[in-house]
């Protein structure tokens, strides 16, 4: 491990229960209810839907800029259990910058429509999907932003839209080239499918303990029972730990990709208690990304690196327009 789409503001939501798609992929829908009040999470939902393979589901995604032009765009992905709560703390402090963020909720997730049947998650589902939200919404001078599965499969997007993206910012994630991790994934891995159904706020709040109670139920309210789960679920053995898993090649092509011909930039930020992709996993992924700064680790943080996500986010940005030089355009 190492067009033709409509972009709106939320409206009125259909009702709990499964949706027959038209591509005969049976769905559900999180009841709008579920994520009212949620703490530090002000921003409004947007929806897309009619992505080019994926006709009858629904991505959710945010969607904040403080100015109707410039700036860049500052693409946020995910990963699991989570969603774009996640970003919450790094929203604002890329906004403030003056730079449309954009972040997105994979199928399975968050807002966005789930599919009932653990079978249609694929590395290629998901990885699709993003390729066609980028392409919808017509994202360009991309920096972007990835931890966890956000970066399994974000970092292999960059290899094909180099004109798109340009900037990284890597958190405690990987890429799946067709072996594990180590030993904390393995464990990982394991446990979930001992316990497929696991409690996604008590995981938070183990994962990460200062978290609030009502910060944990947040990242937990997509999910109101275990037919809403089977994104989280699926993730783990999806991970390309061996050559012949689906993702397995283009992970490599993507991991050639970042170290002979990246020619953006990349700052790399470390969680240094992550017991699953920790500070050797990293450091042997800063090797393999041509430029990758000397990475900011943080010595406190866990996984879910995004709970630090302000100071990041800060580091990020100086480290950014120092690179560029006086005068340069951000």
């Known amino acids: 491990?190492?067009?033709?789409?409509?972009?709106?503001?939320?409206?009125?939501?259909?009702?709990?229960?499964?949706?027959?798609?038209?591509?005969?992929?049976?769905?559900l829908r999180t009841p709008e209810e579920r994520f009212a009040d949620l703490p530090g999470f002000p921003f409004a939902p947007h929806y897309i839907d009619g992505l080019p393979g994926y006709d009858a589901l629904r991505v959710h995604y945010v969607d904040e800029r403080t100015t109707a032009a410039g700036?860049?765009?500052?693409?946020?992905?995910?990963?699991q259990p989570t969603w774009c709560y996640l970003y919450r703390k790094m929203i604002p402090v890329f906004s403030a910058a003056g730079h449309r963020v954009v972040a997105p909720d994979l199928f399975g997730f968050g807002r966005s429509d789930k599919p009932v049947e653990d079978a249609v998650y694929t590395f290629g589902f998901h990885r699709g999907m993003l390729m066609r939200f980028i392409e919808a919404l017509d994202l360009k001078r991309v920096t972007l932003v990835v931890q966890d599965w956000g970066g399994l499969l974000g970092l292999t997007l960059p290899m094909e839209y180099?004109?798109?993206i340009d900037r990284l910012i890597v958190m405690n994630t990987g890429l799946g080239v067709g072996r594990s991790p180590g030993p904390g994934f393995d464990?990982?891995?394991?446990?979930?499918?001992q316990?497929?159904?696991?409690?996604?706020?008590?995981?938070?709040?183990?994962?990460?303990p200062s978290l609030t109670a009502a910060e944990a139920a947040a990242y937990?309210?997509?999910?109101?029972?275990?037919?809403?789960?089977?994104?989280?679920r699926r993730f783990p053995a999806l991970?390309?730990?061996?050559?012949e898993m689906e993702g397995a090649e283009v992970s490599q092509r993507a991991a050639r990709f970042l170290r002979e011909q990246w020619q953006g930039q990349c700052f790399m930020a470390i969680g240094m208690q992550d017991p699953v992709l920790g500070p050797a996993v990293m450091h042997a992924l800063s090797q393999t990304i041509r430029g990758c700064s000397s990475p900011l680790e943080l010595a406190n943080a866990g996984h879910f690196v995004q709970e630090w996500?302000?100071?990041v986010a800060e580091r990020a940005l100086a480290y950014f327009t120092e690179a560029a030089g006086p005068g340069a355009r951000q």
């Not at 190492?2 to 992929?25: D, F, L, T, Y």
């Not at 991970?239 to 050559?243: F, L, M, Q």
């Open 1 to 27: 491990m190492i067009g033709g789409c409509c972009s709106r503001a939320a409206g009125p939501e259909q009702r709990q229960g499964v949706h027959e798609m038209a591509e005969k992929i049976a769905a």
């Open 71 to 79: 700036g860049r765009t500052v693409l946020c992905l995910h990963g």
């Open 162 to 164: 180099p004109d798109r």
């Open 187 to 193: 464990a990982w891995e394991a446990f979930v499918a």
């Open 195 to 208: 316990n497929p159904d696991f409690d996604v706020a008590r995981l938070m709040m183990r994962s990460v």
């Open 220 to 232: 937990a309210a997509p999910y109101p029972d275990a037919r809403y789960r089977a994104g989280a």
């Open 239 to 243: 991970v390309p730990v061996t050559p």
């Open 309 to 311: 996500g302000a100071e």
